[in-house]
């Protein structure tokens, strides 16, 4: 079984036509979306699948930001706000850290798939390398907020929002749990029993 990689599905919210410019010549026009009606997400954004938004930050402000976070899928979009400077830094990222068009293996060829140790092991290489060639710093605590908060936000859901059975699936304290959820501003729904 094999995962396809494709482009990237860029939405871009900066007026700025360099910044837009940059992108579009990294990315390709088709790959880019930009955002025009203030920071509002468009109505396809869940079937157009984007990978990452991406703000320029003179453009938002912090209700702003809560709506945005509130609209996006942490496990499946990336979210980037930054400055202008920030924003190309980015952009070169992303580039680097682009899947290749060839197809990602989700097994080892034998018929069986490969573990998550192995397939993180690529995934987290590729994007080590192209942080590496866009002079990328502090990539451990990056990784590891980019990871947790999804892990956090899907395990919720798989316990339909039961914050002691999430904890306890987790391995944390209650306690510990809740300031995560809190620090990492997780919204909390809990699903009522039927």
């Known amino acids: 079984m094999t995962q396809r990689s494709s482009t990237f599905n860029i939405l871009l919210f900066s007026a700025d036509g360099e910044v837009q410019a940059h992108y579009k010549d990294l990315f390709g026009e088709p790959s880019i979306t930009i955002g025009r009606e203030g920071l509002t997400l468009p109505k396809d954004f869940a079937k157009r699948g984007y990978d990452a938004v991406i703000v320029e930050s003179k453009t938002i402000t912090s209700p702003d930001v809560a709506k945005l976070i509130a609209g996006i899928d942490p496990a499946h979009t990336l979210l980037i706000v930054g400055s202008r400077t920030v924003l190309k830094q980015a952009a070169s990222s992303l580039q680097a850290a682009k899947p290749p068009k060839a197809e990602v293996p989700l097994s080892n060829g034998k018929g069986q798939s490969l573990c998550l140790d192995t397939y993180l092991e690529h995934k987290v290489g590729d994007f080590v390398k192209g942080m590496r060639n866009g002079s990328g710093k502090n990539l451990h605590p990056m990784l590891i907020a980019a990871v947790e908060r999804p892990l956090i936000l899907l395990t919720l859901r798989e316990t339909k929002g039961n914050q002691i059975q999430a904890a306890e ?14 620090d990492l501003d997780i919204p909390v729904k809990r699903a009522r029993a039927s």
Request: hydrophobic share 45%; charged share 30%; net charge positive.
């Open 169 to 182: 699936l987790l391995g944390l304290n209650r306690n510990t749990l809740r300031k995560k959820i809190l």
